[in-house]
């Protein structure tokens, strides 16, 4: 397979999906880096284009006036390109985009911006951060945390179980509080299995009201992920982040709200119409800048098509001794999922096990301990990788099952 000597895809002979080369250098070259961490590796052009403009506000002198028009600038040029990539135009003009210093930061900021709840519930969609996000708010505002569950079999079910039971359970945390927040996924992290949130805030909005529960819908996985956000319109906060499947080279949350209080509270650190209260992060924007240029460059699509052909490939692959969790459940799927050995096989090491076999041969996927009965295996098929890392991937996979 061919290698260019850096990940500069704009000087590359790009020609299709399926022949993005230029990514296949992950990190050092050698490692197959399939999302274990969910945070987007060094791609050397949005590198260079960020120092540039690093450089430039520094040869501007900090502090400057000149500076800091060139701040704003850049972050009006990020809302911009947002709006643009990944937006519904019917709603865009309506959103206003805030950047602050990471996803769990945009997720406390939206939790702080619905007012006083009583309870803050927490769906069963969520990443383990976000959780300690929601233990964190509540120490802090008395309120009580509500967390809903769904125990390991229930995601091989059809969605509309699964969704009758979401529903019940948040009308049961609704039903004795007067005020309350909600934390939705739209992408579970786990499975990767999309989740239709406007169908669902629709039902919910049948038993309750805006005033009652506000909706925080959390797009860390939504974004950028063979998908663009949903549910906007209709959520109190939509947050989401920069540095996963946008891949700015710096942790950055997005916060877009829809049609926002014009007197509603901007927090101390967040990049609004103004500069942060704080130190500015002039990394921390002019990567996610560079991010968003160098996939407005591309195409979202063609990358996303790239990325369906991984993901077509490893399923087709491993499909006699491993089952995609929840892929039959009738949901939109995305370039992440998680898989478990088939009926009739198991793991022929321990989740701890087999996370250190799979990193002792380069594979960096996330091991989750969701069933005690049998680990999951997440694996994520982002547009830097190729097919001949997932066919080593698979090589390596087939070594970890046996017969039960």
């Not at 103004?274 to 240029?293: E, I, K």
Request: aromatic letters at 8%; charged letters at 20%.
């Amino acid at each position: 397979m061919t290698r260019l000597p850096a990940e500069d895809v704009l000087l590359a002979d790009y020609r299709e999906p399926g022949a993005l080369h230029v990514f296949a250098p992950v990190t050092n070259g050698d490692k197959l880096n399939f999302y274990g961490l969910a945070v987007a590796p060094e791609i050397r052009w949005i590198r260079n284009a960020t120092n540039q403009l690093v450089n430039l506000y520094q040869e501007y002198v900090p502090g400057s006036a000149r500076a800091t028009g060139l701040l704003l600038e850049l972050a009006e040029e990020a809302r911009t390109l947002i709006k643009e990539l990944l937006l519904d135009p019917a709603e865009a003009g309506g959103c206003r985009i805030e950047f602050v210093g990471g996803t769990s930061r945009a997720v406390e900021v939206a939790l702080a911006r619905t007012g006083q709840p009583r309870r803050i519930i927490i769906s069963p969609f969520e990443h383990p951060s976000v959780i300690e996000v929601a233990k964190w708010f509540v120490s802090i505002s008395g309120a009580e945390l509500w967390q809903l569950h769904c125990a390991p079999q229930h995601f091989f079910r059809c969605w509309q179980e699964q969704e009758d039971d979401l529903i019940s359970q948040i009308a049961e945390a609704v039903a004795d509080t007067k005020t309350a927040a909600l934390v939705l996924s739209e992408v579970n992290y786990a499975t990767g299995a999309v989740i239709p949130v406007e169908r669902i805030i629709d039902r919910i909005y049948q038993f309750t009201s805006p005033l009652a529960l506000k909706i925080i819908l959390d797009g860390a996985h939504a974004a950028g992920n063979n998908q663009n956000p949903r549910g906007i319109a209709k959520c109190a906060s939509y947050v989401f982040s920069a540095h996963k499947w946008l891949l700015a080279p710096e942790p950055c949350g997005v916060i877009v709200s829809y049609n926002p209080p014009p007197d509603q509270l901007v927090p101390y650190d967040a990049w609004n119409s103004t500069l942060p209260a704080t130190t500015v992060n002039v990394h921390m924007l002019a990567g996610l800048v560079s991010s968003l240029r160098f996939l407005k460059k591309l195409g979202m699509e063609k990358l996303w098509e790239h990325s369906r052909r991984l993901r077509r490939r490893f399923v087709d692959r491993i499909q006699a001794l491993f089952t995609v969790v929840g892929e039959d459940s009738g949901v939109d799927i995305t370039l992440l999922l998680a898989i478990c050995p088939s009926p009739g096989r198991r793991w022929k090491f321990s989740a701890t096990e087999l996370s250190a076999y799979l990193q002792s041969n380069s594979v960096h996927a996330l091991v989750m301990n969701i069933d005690p009965q049998s680990p999951w295996l997440r694996v994520a098929f982002p547009c830097f990788i190729d097919f001949e890392h997932v066919d080593i991937l698979c090589d390596v996979l087939e070594k970890t099952i046996r017969d039960d």
